[in-house]
């Protein structure tokens, strides 16, 4: 008799723990998708893309004098290493619209020449995602990584500065996963930087420029460095 007593008091403590295990996950969208080992997504997104310039003279005759947003977009492949930390590997392709490069005329009439640098490189990068507790439907996280990229746009027939193929590059956010109904949404914020020099001399027989075109001296550039903030959409 007291067997059976002490059966129906086990039963009822674990009915009590599975209903209370039940309250806290009510009003929480998808509160088992951060449990799998892996998962997959894609994202797009936005960015705006710039130079680190260096100039052959100490004066600073080259500048970055503006940008157009560009898009990118990718895959997403997340390994979970621990309930707070993921594996984040996102190759992808990444529309760099427009970049001008203001030359400053070395002559007295004080003028400015504009160039335009597009590129279209390939990233592929690999990030440690660390993540907060979540809270209700909203976990906010940081991302660090790096990767290489790879230019398939290094410069056309009347450009007049070119972009080498090859790069690699460090990259650093943050973010926040929000759980929807249907699937995770997770906007984040980063900040990448180029480590080689992209600048590439084009020589006088590639370039066909339009013959009214005043031509700035691109040799007075010693060393230009990829720069890129990223607003990305995960959809996961």
């Known amino acids: 008799m007291r067997s059976n007593r002490f059966i129906v008091s086990i039963l009822l403590c674990l009915c009590a723990a599975t209903g209370f295990a039940q ?20 994202q797009i997104g936005l960015n705006y893309a710039g130079f680190g310039v260096s100039t052959v003279s100490s004066e600073n005759d080259v500048r970055v004098s503006g940008s157009i947003p560009g898009f990118h977009v990718a895959f997403v492949g997340d390994l979970r290493l621990h309930k707070n930390v ?54 906010p996280y940081v991302i660090a990584g790096g990767g290489a990229s790879f230019n398939v746009n290094q410069y056309g027939e009347k450009d007049i500065v070119g972009l080498k193929i090859y790069d690699a590059f460090c990259e650093i956010g943050f973010g926040v996963d929000i759980y929807l109904p249907w699937f995770k949404l997770c906007p984040e914020i980063t900040y990448r930087i180029g480590f080689l020099n992209q600048y590439a001399s084009i020589k006088d027989g590639e370039r066909k420029l339009y013959p009214a075109t005043p031509v700035p001296d691109p040799d007075r550039i010693s060393r230009l460095t990829n720069q890129c903030i990223c607003l990305t959409f995960n959809f996961e």
């Open 23 to 42: 309250a806290e996950k009510w009003g929480m969208n998808r509160p088992y998708i951060d449990d799998k080992l892996f998962h997959m997504g894609f």
């Open 86 to 139: 993921n594996l984040r590997f996102c190759p992808g392709l990444q529309f760099i619209s427009d970049r001008m490069l203001s030359f400053d005329t070395i002559d007295i009439s004080n003028t400015k020449h504009t160039v335009h640098v597009m590129s279209i490189p390939i990233n592929i990068p690999l990030y440690l995602k660390i993540s907060a507790n979540r809270e209700a439907n909203y976990r």
